[in-house]
């Protein structure tokens, strides 16, 4: 590993990280994490990122997520990868996922800051509220896919004539979209506009980069090869365009019951996942489970759909329970059956 990233292998060395005061960012991993463990992306990108800031004061950390333990309880790490910028003991900004664009504005943000004013607790609030702000959300939903259309409507209902005419001409150039309905969310559909610095909807992305509206698409089309011109000749989707609120609404009602959780029933990938799995078999519930390491799409798109932060997640006829927590006091609370609606 480069020696300018330190691996940190005990609580201990966390807090004595903790008490120097020190502008520093840390990398919680997994090994089970395919795109978080050594010689992933990832990983390179933070170490790229490590030697461009070699001659600042900034210092970069790993942590190997459930190995350590105690230190991601005390940062409050729920999934890998996840990055946290510090100044001493306060956690200034967290990124979730693999996001290398975002990764380095974490990084450029903190690295702006004053050394002088480090123990300026109003600097550090600011940068908080900034990273944890709508701008994180937005910049998670522009990523979901390789090309992302903000809408009003869902591509089999458009609820508006440029939103149809959108999807008309992306249909007609054989481009694979997911799409995200901006009247569901006011909070996106109003940060968005900032974000992008345009006033209208639709807004088409490719590769997390704004493109434009219906006029330059339009423009774009009558020129000849559209898929040419966004540079997304080999792009290609999994699944058939949809919008992610309903590839989420199919999964959430797959079954009466439907776990979302860390690996699968008989190989949970976390002690949360386990723990809730044990749970419900102790109370004799059948339930359809989802993997949401095994895509990234649902993973982030369903903290945003839900409005619940981790996993694992637990339905029932399609309405969302809670998370292990939750679970825990209902099992404890008596039937867990009937509070789940499944009974009675």
Same mark, same amino acid.
């Given at each position: 590993q480069?020696?300018?990233v330190q691996?940190?292998?005990?609580k201990?060395?966390?807090?004595?990280?903790?008490?120097?005061g020190?502008?520093?960012?840390?990398?919680?991993?997994?090994k089970?994490q395919?795109?978080?463990?050594?010689g992933?992306?990832i990983?390179?990108?933070?170490?790229?990122?490590?030697?461009k800031y070699?001659a600042?004061?900034?210092k970069?950390?790993t942590?190997?997520?459930? #190995?350590?333990?105690?230190?991601? $309880?005390?940062?409050?790490?729920?999934?890998? %990868?996840?990055f946290?910028?510090?100044?001493?003991s306060?956690? !200034?900004?967290k990124?979730?996922g693999v996001? *290398?664009?975002?990764?380095?504005? !974490?990084v450029?943000?903190?690295?702006? @800051? %004053?050394?002088n004013t480090?123990k300026?607790?109003g600097?550090s609030?600011?940068?908080?509220k900034?990273?944890? =702000?709508?701008?994180q959300?937005l910049?998670?939903?522009?990523?979901?896919?390789?090309v992302? &259309?903000?809408?009003?409507?869902?591509?089999?209902e *458009?609820?508006c004539?440029?939103s149809?005419?959108?999807v008309e001409i +992306?249909?007609?150039?054989s481009?694979q979209f997911a799409?995200?309905d901006?009247? =569901?969310? #006011?909070e @996106?559909?109003?940060?968005?506009? @900032?974000?992008?610095?345009?006033p209208t909807?639709p807004? +088409?992305?490719?590769n997390g980069?704004?493109?434009?509206g219906?006029?330059?698409?339009?423009?774009? =089309?009558?020129?000849g090869?559209?898929? #040419?011109q966004?540079?997304?000749l080999d792009i290609?989707l999994?699944v058939?365009?949809?919008s992610? $609120?309903?590839?989420?609404?199919e !999964?959430i009602n797959?079954?009466p019951v439907?776990l979302?959780?860390?690996g699968d029933?008989?190989?949970p990938?976390?002690?949360?996942?386990?723990?809730?799995? #044990?749970?419900?078999?102790?109370?004799?519930?059948?339930?359809?489970?989802?993997?949401? &390491?095994s895509?990234e $799409?649902?993973?982030?798109g369903?903290?945003?759909?839900?409005?619940? *932060?981790?996993y *694992?997640? +637990?339905?029932?006829k399609g309405?969302?329970?809670?998370? !292990?927590?939750?679970?825990?006091?209902m099992?404890?609370?008596?039937?867990?059956?009937?509070?789940?609606?499944?009974?009675?």
């Open positions: 480069n020696m300018v691996a940190i292998n005990s201990e060395e966390f807090e004595d990280i903790c008490k120097e020190s502008k520093g960012v840390i990398f919680f991993w997994a089970w395919e795109q978080s463990r050594l992933s992306q990983q390179d990108i933070f170490t790229a990122l490590s030697d070699s600042s004061n900034i970069f950390y942590v190997e997520a459930e #190995e350590i333990h105690s230190v991601s $309880e005390v940062a409050g790490i729920t999934v890998v %990868p996840t946290c910028t510090i100044i001493g306060k956690i !200034l900004g990124l979730e996001f *290398p664009q975002e990764l380095s504005s !974490l450029k943000q903190l690295n702006d @800051v %004053p050394t480090i300026d607790v600097i609030e600011s940068i908080s900034s990273n944890n =702000s709508n701008d959300k910049l998670k939903l522009i990523q979901l896919a390789p992302m &259309l903000f809408m009003k409507g869902t591509p089999t *458009p609820r004539g440029f149809r005419k959108i +992306l249909n007609q150039h481009i799409s995200f901006i009247l =569901s969310d #006011e @996106v559909r109003a940060g968005l506009k @900032v974000l992008s610095d345009w909807y807004q +088409l992305y490719v980069t704004f493109v434009g219906l006029d330059i698409i339009k423009d774009m =089309s009558a020129e090869n559209l898929k #040419e966004l540079g997304i290609q999994p058939p365009p949809t992610i $609120e309903e590839r989420l609404k !999964l797959q079954a439907m979302f959780m860390k029933p008989t190989a990938r976390c002690g949360f996942s386990r723990t809730i799995v #044990e749970i419900l078999n102790t109370h004799q519930i059948a339930f359809s489970s989802f993997d949401i &390491l895509d $799409e649902v993973r982030a369903l903290k945003t759909y839900s409005d619940w *932060p981790t *694992p997640q +637990l339905y029932a309405t969302l329970i809670g998370g !292990l927590d939750i679970v825990k006091e099992a404890a609370g008596g039937d867990l059956r009937v509070q789940m609606g499944l009974e009675g």
